[in-house]
């Protein structure tokens, strides 16, 4: 069992930074679990979803911004559908993975790869082009075997465009990522 | 129907690529049903799940910038899309754009601030309202008698139920009523709004080869013949990774996995060009030719 001492860790600012943020009341978890019981990823998570709630509730930075838990979410909206108080959780998972991002944390690398590449394919072209965040995905994460075995399947069937479809203004689209690093996002 | 619906059409991302046979069969549906599909000019990626994983402000400005170009389009009462991802995108952007603080900050990042005055839709919720399944039913040209479907809505389509307002957002009936009016026989499926893993194919395959390994299983289990799906994504994890999963689980699964788009063509007419058969994984041929033959023996 885990002892924390909540003087010594409650961070009394980061509750109110993730209320803000989220724009959800987390004191308003009375820990029912049903979160968990619906999340289809607890078998994943090194932290079930009801706890962060509570950990949330007990200030627990640190623990959070380096859980798996928050990078393997899927947003999946189960538990936000099924909470009695209404609590928007996927939300609440959301921010802490911005929070996480901005102070430079990768617990789930791969994950955050994936983001990263995806997100990069978009400003360079307005619009995901699949082959070409796979090769970014496998090239920041040197995982050269990354579904191989699906190339035979997927070529003959004509579906993997070798080009990127473009935006006619792909700057326009560049624009909006450049705005929102300038706010000092990265 | 006397008046012709039209519509912003956001084929997404997808629709270019990997389900290029959503895309085809949408259009073809969607003709067929007298829907006319205006595409946004020059549309872009509405963020994806990767956007809002970033930034809300990020992702709402992603996808604001195709809401803002579809205002501009003449005569169309709503924007509609068959992605379910694509779908929550926009409709999340909508829905946080009425607040003028938020959208101050998503407008810091466009080039055009964006209002946000039109509806936007699933392809399935503007066929199931707009047209309505009454309507379907005297447009059938082949019933698909005797296919046994597990229906498979995926878990952002309906839910949040305060944000995607459309269906039932644990017992989803949409397809399984299209499906029921083309003849085809939907199964029961607990599954219905059950995660198949979404994105993590790549990054983390084993949580898509336990999660739409359990699908396939439940699909299975309750007798269908085949899948049908409302998602790109979904459908990829159980047509183009079914090899995966069933050697990670140790399953024998050959379980054809369609669009109801594909379904729906088929039973209203539509030609195997736009329908795309041949674009599916698990090849559904087979099943499709029993079907012809019972058909044929019936009527012999």
């Known amino acids: 069992m885990n002892v924390i001492s909540l003087t010594a860790t409650r961070d009394q600012d980061f509750i109110a930074r993730v209320e803000k943020e989220s724009g959800q009341k987390v004191s308003q978890c009375y820990q029912c679990g ?30 959070l911004l380096t859980c798996r838990s928050i990078w393997l979410c899927a947003t999946c909206q189960s538990c936000t559908t099924r909470c009695p108080n209404n609590i928007d959780v996927a939300h609440v998972m959301d921010t802490l993975r911005h929070m996480a991002r901005r102070e430079g944390q990768d617990t789930e690398y791969g994950v955050k790869s994936f983001v990263d590449s995806f997100l ?24 050269f075997w990354t579904d191989v075995d699906l190339a035979p399947k997927m070529l003959p069937k004509g579906k993997l465009s070798p080009m990127p479809h473009r935006v006619k203004n792909p700057e326009a689209i560049a624009r909006i990522f450049e705005r929102f690093r300038q706010e000092g996002h990265q | 129907m006397s008046t012709r619906l039209r519509y912003a059409y956001y084929p997404g991302c997808s629709g270019q690529g990997t389900s290029k046979e959503y895309d085809t069969s949408t259009r073809a549906v969607c003709e067929a049903l007298n829907m ?6 020059d549309w872009s990626c509405c963020g994806s799940s990767p956007a809002h994983t970033v930034d809300h402000r990020l992702s709402s400005a ?44 998503v407008n ?20 199931y309202e707009d047209v309505g399944v009454d309507a379907v039913r005297p447009k059938v040209f ?3 008698k005797g296919l046994k479907l597990a229906p498979y809505y995926g878990c952002i389509m309906n839910r949040p139920p305060e944000v995607m307002e459309f269906d039932d957002h644990e017992n989803p009936v949409a397809m399984d009523e299209l499906m029921d009016a083309v003849g085809a026989q939907p199964v029961p499926f607990p599954l219905k709004v059950e995660c198949c893993g979404a994105s993590y194919g790549v990054a983390r395959r084993d949580i898509v080869q336990n999660l739409s390994g ?5 699909a299975a289990l309750n007798g269908a013949d085949a899948m049908v799906t409302a998602c790109p994504l979904c459908q990829m994890n159980l047509d183009l990774r079914q090899d995966q999963i069933n050697s990670a689980n140790k399953t ?24 795309g058969f041949s674009k599916l994984c698990v090849s559904p041929r087979k099943l499709l030719d029993s079907l012809e033959e019972r058909a044929q023996r019936k009527a012999g």
Not at chain 2, 36 to 41: A, F, G, H, Q, S
Not at chain 2, 84 to 103: G, I
Not at chain 2, 108 to 127: G, H, M, N, Y
């Open chain 1, 34 to 63: 049903n979160c968990t019981a619906g999340c289809p990823y607890t078998f994943v998570y090194d932290i079930p979803v009801h706890q962060v709630m509570r950990l949330l509730q007990a200030g627990q930075k640190q623990t």
């Open chain 1, 120 to 143: 990069e394919s978009v400003e360079r072209n307005g619009r995901a082009f699949e082959i070409g965040l796979l090769v970014s995905f496998i090239v920041k994460t040197g995982r």
């Open chain 2, 36 to 41: 006319e599909l205006v595409e946004i000019p």
């Open chain 2, 62 to 105: 992603l996808a604001g910038r195709n809401l803002g170009l579809a205002e501009m389009m003449e005569g169309v009462s709503a924007v509609i899309t068959p992605c379910p991802s694509c779908l929550t995108n926009l409709k999340v952007a909508s829905v946080r754009l009425r607040k003028p603080d938020f959208a101050a900050e």
């Open chain 2, 108 to 127: 810091k990042l466009l080039d055009k601030p964006v209002r946000s005055t039109l509806p936007v839709k699933s392809v399935l919720q503007a066929i």
């Open chain 2, 142 to 144: 082949k019933w698909l």
């Open chain 2, 214 to 218: 359990k699908l396939l299983d439940m």
């Open chain 2, 252 to 275: 024998t699964h050959n379980m054809p996995v369609f669009y109801f788009t594909q379904l729906l063509g088929l039973a209203l007419g539509v030609g195997e060009k736009d329908l």
